[in-house]
């Protein structure tokens, strides 16, 4: 069965200092991955997706970058915090893209820049 | 651009009630609709996933429908259990395909 990882579950960091989240994804292949953001009352906002190693596309522009080095991992980072990157960070994944199947998620990091 | 819109936002309800929960969006030219359920401080679950062509899909004590013409949907929970509190999303397709616009949820309580 197929099974995704995201770590760590908290983290504290103070504005300025770099970033480094990371995903992977077990029991499955090609998948297409998600980084979103669930922001205190404004639900959630897709990040970045990626359907292929290397490949990342942006939806929105911000303070932080993404890379994908393997197959099933996908890495979030930032070089230096601002205060508005707090946030609830979610890892996704789905077998197709293109939404038409389930999207399943990671258990999230609650980041808190201070 | 899609909007997705949720009501009520906070529900509290005596265990055992049968309820009804809401979404809408604007764009009625999606090709499926999810459920997601969210527990406090955790990852989104999905629930049901509905097609464009499906009116409605089932899963236990859950039945999600699909009105695309009028741009609506909604989650019925049967015989609601205090396991069953926790935050329902919705969510469509963007344009773009690989993103999903989800609305902010509904708060659910159920009380013993």
């Given at each position: 069965?197929?099974?995704?990882?995201?770590?760590?579950?908290?983290?504290?960091?103070?504005?300025?200092?770099?970033?480094?989240?990371?995903?992977?994804?077990e029991?499955?292949?090609?998948?297409?991955?998600?980084?979103?953001?669930?922001?205190?009352?404004?639900?959630?906002?897709?990040?970045?997706?990626?359907?292929?190693?290397?490949?990342?596309?942006?939806?929105?522009?911000?303070n932080?970058s993404?890379?994908?080095?393997?197959?099933?991992?996908?890495?979030?980072?930032?070089?230096?915090?601002?205060?508005?990157?707090?946030?609830?960070y979610?890892?996704?994944?789905?077998?197709?893209?293109g939404?038409?199947?389930?999207?399943?998620?990671?258990?999230g990091?609650q980041?808190?820049?201070? | 651009?899609?909007?997705?819109?949720?009501?009520?936002?906070a529900?509290?309800?005596?265990?055992?009630?049968?309820?009804?929960?809401?979404?809408?969006?604007?764009?009625?030219?999606?090709?499926?609709?999810?459920w997601?359920?969210?527990?406090?401080?955790?990852?989104?679950?999905?629930?049901?996933?509905?097609?464009?062509?499906?009116?409605?899909?089932?899963?236990?004590?859950?039945?999600a429908?699909?009105?695309k013409?009028?741009?609506?949907?909604?989650?019925?929970?049967?015989?609601?259990?205090?396991?069953?509190?926790?935050?329902?999303l919705?969510?469509?397709?963007?344009?773009?395909?690989?993103?999903?616009?989800?609305?902010?949820?509904?708060?659910?309580?159920?009380?013993?």
């Amino acid at each position: 069965s197929q099974t995704i990882h995201q770590w760590p579950a908290t983290l504290v960091q103070p504005v300025g200092s770099p970033l480094s989240l990371e995903c992977t994804v077990e029991g499955t292949s090609n998948p297409n991955l998600y980084w979103y953001r669930q922001a205190a009352g404004r639900g959630l906002q897709l990040l970045f997706y990626s359907v292929g190693i290397g490949q990342i596309s942006s939806e929105v522009p911000q303070n932080l970058s993404a890379s994908r080095p393997q197959d099933r991992q996908f890495i979030l980072s930032s070089k230096k915090l601002l205060l508005s990157d707090s946030g609830f960070y979610l890892c996704a994944w789905d077998p197709y893209g293109g939404g038409n199947e389930k999207l399943f998620f990671g258990s999230g990091t609650q980041l808190s820049v201070l | 651009k899609q909007e997705v819109t949720q009501i009520p936002a906070a529900l509290s309800v005596p265990e055992g009630e049968n309820l009804v929960l809401n979404c809408s969006f604007t764009d009625s030219a999606i090709y499926n609709l999810q459920w997601f359920r969210q527990d406090p401080g955790k990852g989104l679950t999905s629930l049901l996933l509905i097609q464009s062509s499906q009116r409605e899909q089932t899963s236990g004590r859950l039945n999600a429908s699909l009105d695309k013409s009028s741009g609506r949907s909604t989650l019925y929970i049967a015989a609601s259990q205090p396991g069953d509190s926790a935050t329902y999303l919705c969510a469509v397709p963007s344009n773009s395909g690989y993103a999903l616009n989800f609305g902010k949820g509904t708060s659910l309580l159920v009380t013993p």
